[in-house]
């Protein structure tokens, strides 16, 4: 697609500012937490937005599944919860099976 990577480099830059500005008309102030949001999507890591209500964490990942033409999923719980209750688990009983 690219001839060379810097030309590739180019291409995600100018992509990456018109990204920034998109997500820049709903999410106002936030400027550092949507870089970090952006570089665990790019980089297919994952993140955990942790603040008190009202930052615009939901409304910050909507926006950018919006922009990036992604589906959106809320998984709303408690500190106590554990992967295991979102993904299920598999014990291994007294007969070895699962």
């Known amino acids: 697609m690219y001839k060379t990577d810097v030309e590739a480099v180019d291409a995600f830059v100018a ?34 937005l942790i603040g008190v209500p009202g930052l615009a964490k939901t409304l910050l990942v909507n926006t950018i599944s919006d922009t990036l033409g992604l589906t959106y999923n809320r998984i709303q719980f408690t500190p106590d919860l554990m992967p295991s209750d979102i993904i299920g688990s598999e014990i291994l009983g007294e007969d070895r099976h699962f």
């Open 15 to 48: 992509k990456y500012k018109v990204l920034n500005a998109e997500i820049g008309k709903v999410i106002i102030g936030q400027d550092e937490v949507v870089k970090d949001v952006l570089i665990s999507i790019f980089s297919r890591g994952h993140c955990l």
